[in-house]
Every structure is written in structure tokens, then in C-alpha cells.
């Protein structure tokens, strides 16, 4: 599966923005996806993932209740709808698919095989 994320932009504090990512490929549908975030000097971080069917989330401590991960199978489309934004929310996001089954939504990079290329989020103060 190949990935391709977009929506980045700069906005203010306390703006809503969301990114979306386009999947190629037949399988989409049958992944558990993910997006993490890379500030600048710092570790890539998860954020969020949703399970195949879309029925299952998981969110990062510092965004639960202000971003939202959803899915259109149909559309092969991920999207991520971020509210209240932050300063600290800057970042390049990316969008992600797992290599394998879990049980569980995976929160490690290493569990995520494919990857797209990432979309620029500054949010200003």
C-alpha cells in the first residue's frame, strides 16, 4: 500500500484543521492504520490509530479529546480532524499502515510498515 498525506497548513491557537491520507492499493481496508507526528529535534510520536473496519481508536494522551482519526474504506481515505490546536501540536504528520494482525491498535513506529510522506502542521501562538 502506498500513502499520501495532505491538509497540512499554519493556523492559529485554538483553530481546527484536518489532514487526510490516500491509500493506494486494494488491501487499505484490511489495515489498522496510524498517524504520528515529528516535531523538530524530537522523537516521531503516535498520536492516533484506528482499526480496519474503523470501529476501534486510539489516541495519545496530549490529543484525546481534542483530534478525532476516522476512515473511508470505500474512499481509501484516512483522516485525521484536529480541534483546539496548540502550539505544541507543530509537526510533520504522517500517515501509517501496520506490516501485520495485532490484537491491539498499535502505538510503536516499529509496528507500522508503510508510510507516507507527511504534511507540515505549524500552529501559531
Known amino acids: 500500500v502506498q500513502l499520501q498525506a495532505s491538509g497540512g497548513g499554519l493556523v492559529q491557537a485554538g483553530d481546527s484543521l484536518r489532514v487526510s491520507c490516500a491509500a493506494s492499493?486494494?488491501?487499505?481496508?484490511?489495515?489498522?492504520m496510524g498517524w504520528f507526528r515529528q516535531a523538530p529535534g524530537k522523537e516521531r510520536e503516535f498520536v492516533a490509530a484506528i482499526s480496519w473496519s474503523g470501529s476501534r481508536a486510539s489516541y495519545a494522551g496530549s490529543v484525546k479529546d481534542r483530534f478525532t482519526i476516522s476512515r473511508d474504506n470505500a474512499k481509501n481515505t484516512m483522516y485525521l480532524q484536529m480541534s483546539s490546536l496548540k502550539p505544541e501540536d507543530t509537526g510533520i504528520y504522517y500517515c501509517?499502515?501496520?506490516?501485520?494482525?495485532?490484537?491491539?491498535?498499535?502505538?510503536?513506529?516499529?509496528?507500522?510498515?508503510?508510510w507516507g510522506q507527511g504534511t507540515q502542521v505549524t500552529v501559531s501562538s
Open positions: 501509517a499502515a501496520v506490516g501485520a494482525r495485532y490484537i491491539t491498535l498499535a502505538r510503536s513506529k516499529d509496528a507500522y510498515a508503510y
Open positions: 492499493g486494494r488491501t487499505f481496508s484490511t489495515y489498522d
